[in-house]
């Protein structure tokens, strides 16, 4: 099985800051990882595919990159809709594996 | 516009049995693959199932044997069959599907699931 970890666990920012997540696998899923927000009470929201792929709608201050077993989620200046949870996925197999999460909060 | 409607979520018994559905509208379910996640009050996403356009199936260890994913094409409509329910599979259940993307774009609002014991 894949196995995904996430740091940190929490992050706590203000607003404009520059934000970065790191996602890793136990082993090589190439690069199909995504990365989702979700806020509570609400279903999850795509932001990234295949690593760096921008999902429509999505604005460019986040931005994904990696490859292998290491990735990264960057938003390049937090907005106050960005306080969220993130979770990063895995879907080079079947068993489609979560990230534990990542909180952003506030500072 | 492309959705999805998950329904059947409740109260339940341990021990007891729930079926889940999922109604999608603007795509067709047996044209994609598509999956049930969820999420246990307070915690992470968790992959239960999946359904593949050609019809394979697979399951989380943690529900083998317990859950099976399967569609009615006719209906348009992903299902959930939950057996022999326990209480840490309290969560909130969501069917997702890539439509627009190869990643999971299209997600449904939720159905909680409460087992009690």
């Not at chain 1, 706590?12 to 934000?19: K, T």
Request: proline share 3%.
């Amino acid at each position: 099985d894949i196995q995904m970890t996430q740091s940190p666990s929490t992050l706590s920012a203000s607003v404009g800051d520059r934000v970065t997540i790191t996602c890793r696998a136990s082993h090589d899923i190439s690069s199909w990882l995504a990365w989702y927000q979700q806020k509570p009470g609400k279903a999850p929201k795509l932001l990234i595919s295949k690593t760096s792929n921008l999902e429509s709608g999505v604005p460019s201050r986040f931005s994904g990159s990696g490859s292998g077993t290491e990735f990264t989620l960057t938003i390049s200046s937090l907005q106050s809709d960005d306080f969220a949870t993130y979770y990063c996925q895995q879907y080079n197999t079947y068993l489609f594996t979560f990230g534990p999460g990542t909180k952003v909060d506030i500072k | 516009e492309v959705q999805l409607a998950e329904s059947g979520g409740g109260l339940i018994q341990s021990g007891g049995s729930l079926r889940l559905s999922c109604a999608a509208s603007g795509f067709i379910v047996s044209s994609n693959y598509m999956i049930w996640v969820r999420q246990a009050p307070g915690k992470g996403l968790e992959w239960v199932a999946v359904i593949y356009s050609g019809g394979s199936t697979y399951s989380a260890d943690s529900v083998q044997g317990r859950f099976s994913i399967s569609r009615d094409n006719s209906k348009n409509t992903l299902y959930l069959q939950m057996n022999s329910l326990r209480a840490e599979d309290t969560a909130v259940y969501y069917c997702a599907s890539p439509v627009s993307s190869d990643a999971f774009d299209i997600w449904g609002q939720g159905t909680m699931v409460t087992v009690s014991s």
